[in-house]
Nanobody, 126 residues
Framework: QVQLVESGGGSVQAGDSLRLACAAS????????AAWFRQAPGKEREFVGT????????DYGNSVKGRFIISRDNAQNTMWLQMNSLKPEDTAVYYC???????????????????WGQGTRVTVSS
């Protein structure tokens, strides 16, 4: 079992930056690939970014590529999402998630992920 808690959400203006954190507890975080997804009202959950268990492999959704950066520190059992140049369309609840992975494995498939946090809300106004 892995418990995930997101933090860092808030209300910002377009063009601002925000950094989300995902704190993991339970089983060894270093055994898990991790990801950020987001869900806007009335829309399906959307892939934002994923990072391998060792942090060497990353992938991003097309809508955030070049603006968002995902990172992790297994010693701190924490993953982050640095969000730059925020747009109103980035408004959503952001969730972190993990699955037990082999070295270098990542996934953009929401169904692949087993453990989920409760989410943190990000609102970007124009």
């Amino acid at each position: 079992q892995v418990q995930l808690v997101e933090s860092g959400g808030g209300s910002v203006q377009a063009g601002d930056s925000l950094r989300l954190a995902c704190a993991a507890s339970g089983r060894s975080f270093s055994n898990y690939a991790a990801a950020w997804f987001r869900q806007a009202p009335g829309k399906e959950r959307e892939f934002v970014g994923t990072i391998s268990r060792g942090g060497t492999v990353k992938d991003y959704g097309n809508s955030v590529k070049g603006r968002f950066i995902i990172s992790r520190d297994n010693a701190q059992n924490t993953m982050w999402l640095q969000m730059n140049s925020l747009k109103p369309e980035d408004t959503a609840v952001y969730y972190c998630s993990t699955f037990n992975a082999v070295t270098g494995e990542v996934s953009d498939n929401v169904g692949r992920y087993r453990y989920w946090g409760q989410g943190t809300r990000v609102t970007v106004s124009s």
